[in-house]
T-cell receptor
Framework: QQKVQQSPESLIVPEGGMASLNCTSSDRNVDYFWWYRQHSGKSPKMLMSIFSNGEKEEGRFTVHLNKASLHTSLHIRDSQPSDSALYLC????????????FGLGTTLQVQP | SVLLYQKPNRDICQSGTSLKIQCVADSQVVSMFWYQQFQEQSLMLMATANEGSEATYESGFTKDKFPISRPNLTFSTLTVNNARPGDSSIYFC????????????FGHGTKLSVL
């Protein structure tokens, strides 16, 4: 069973629109979430991280976290074709291992 | 940040052969992680490699199939033994800056095709 679940699997939004991506951990022993973006043929690059309840905004990107439900969401406003990519959510396990476990990802396509 | 250089960028090999993937960091790092990714799907953590100790493997990955060496704090090698078409994927090494918030940095990846 995938410990980090992302939805939707794929998403198409028009240029200038809002993209909303979701991620939930079924492992209660996580203490940190990351969002990575991976363009086709490239390596993943971190977009944002969050570990406190609430919201964090950086430019067009906003991340929410609800620690009680272990749910995080990424919102991209004014989406651009260059935002088209695979978005991976990662959760860090607490404790000694501190491994990052990735979800299956959401493929975002922004249509001009 | 941590810069990670992987070699080769891609490789094509015959079934049953072995190949090595090298990863070099531009600074000393405590842990290096190896991930496998099929067709831009999820990143699967294969193993964690610390200097001077045996790598710790995740479920589904074994030392016999994917031996990993970590001879010093800037270098690691992943070997794929007895390669099969099912091993065809992209392999990434990754690491984090010491004392950071544990953001992971990734190498550019090695695309392996097994015929």
């Amino acid at each position: 069973q995938q410990k980090v679940q992302q939805s939707p699997e794929s998403l198409i939004v028009p240029e200038g629109g809002m993209a909303s991506l979701n991620c939930t951990s079924s492992d209660r022993n996580v203490d940190y979430f990351w969002w990575y973006r991976q363009h086709s043929g490239k390596s993943p690059k971190m977009l944002m991280s969050i570990f406190s309840n609430g919201e964090k905004e950086e430019g067009r990107f906003t991340v929410h976290l609800n620690k009680a439900s272990l749910h995080t969401s990424l919102h991209i406003r004014d989406s651009q074709p260059s935002d088209s990519a695979l978005y991976l959510c990662a959760a860090r396990g607490a404790g000694n291992t501190r491994k990052l476990i990735f979800g299956l990802g959401t493929t975002l396509q922004v249509q001009p | 940040s941590v810069l990670l250089y992987q070699k080769p960028n891609r490789d094509i090999c015959q079934s049953g052969t072995s190949l090595k993937i090298q990863c070099v960091a531009d600074s000393q790092v405590v842990s290096m992680f190896w991930y496998q990714q099929f067709q831009e799907q999820s990143l699967m953590l294969m193993a964690t490699a610390n200097e001077g100790s045996e790598a710790t493997y995740e479920s589904g990955f074994t030392k016999d199939k994917f031996p990993i060496s970590r001879p010093n704090l800037t270098f690691s090698t992943l070997t794929v033994n007895n390669a099969r078409p099912g091993d065809s994927s992209i392999y990434f090494c990754s690491s984090r800056k010491q004392f950071s918030n544990e953001r992971l940095f990734f190498g550019h990846g090695t695309k392996l095709s097994v015929l």
